[in-house]
Structures are given as structure tokens and as C-alpha cells.
Nanobody
Framework: QVQLVESGGGLVQAGGSLRVSCAAS????????VGWFRQVPGKEREFVAA????????LYADSVKGRFTISTDNTKNTVYLQMNSLRPEDTAVYYC????????????????WGQGTQVTVSS
């Protein structure tokens, strides 16, 4: 089993930056990718970014492309999401997930999820 723990969320003003982390433990060697998703009350969980374990391939939602950067540190079994130029609409609980069924941008395909970390962007 794989366990994921997100951290680094908080309150930031619009235009600011924040980096959230996803630390993995357990049987992670076979996990092909890690994705970041976010969710606000009343809305579906939406794809943000994903990265293959090797780091060779990344994928971003159009809404964050050019502002967010996903990266990995396999030595630490950690995936990072650097968020720059934050906007109030980025406010959400951010979740990381691993072991997608096939596509990295489909939430329903991921087998393991973290508990989430709150990111709030003020005006």
C-alpha cells in the first residue's frame, strides 16, 4: 500500500507564490506517475498537473500552465508543486495522487490519494 501526505498549504495574497509537497511512503517503486488535483466545495475534483516518476513527462491543466511547475525528488519520494502568480480562483484543497490507471489527468483512475492541503489566495 502507498501512503501520501501533502503539506505546504496556507494563505497567500494574489500574485504570490506557494509550494506544496507530496511525500510518499510504502510500495511506491511501481507507481508510474503522480498527479495534483484540487477541489472546492460543490465542484468536482479537477486536474492540475501530473508528472511521470522519471520526470521526463509533465502535464498541466490550461488554467495553471505557465504559472505552476511540478517536479520530483525521487531520492526523497517527494513531488512538489510550485505555484506562482496565484489567483483567488486557485483557492482549493490540493490533493496528490499516485498510480493512475491509464491517463494522468483523470482523477477516477488514481488508486492512492493524500489527505489534501488547503491553499487560500486572498484578493
Amino acid at each position: 500500500q502507498v501512503q501520501l501526505v501533502e503539506s505546504g498549504g496556507g494563505l497567500v495574497q494574489a500574485g504570490g507564490s506557494l509550494r506544496v509537497s507530496c511525500a510518499a511512503s510504502g510500495r511506491t517503486l511501481s507507481s508510474p506517475a503522480v498527479g495534483w488535483f484540487r477541489q472546492v466545495p460543490g465542484k468536482e475534483r479537477e486536474f492540475v498537473a501530473a508528472i511521470t516518476r522519471s520526470g521526463a513527462s509533465t502535464l498541466y491543466a490550461d488554467s495553471v500552465k505557465g504559472r505552476f511547475t511540478i517536479s520530483t525528488d525521487n531520492t526523497k519520494n517527494t513531488v512538489y508543486l510550485q505555484m506562482n502568480s496565484l489567483r483567488p480562483e486557485d483557492t482549493a484543497v490540493y490533493y496528490c495522487a499516485t498510480h493512475p490507471a491509464l491517463r494522468m489527468d483523470v482523477a477516477g483512475g488514481y488508486k492512492y490519494w493524500g489527505q489534501g492541503t488547503q491553499v487560500t489566495v486572498s484578493s
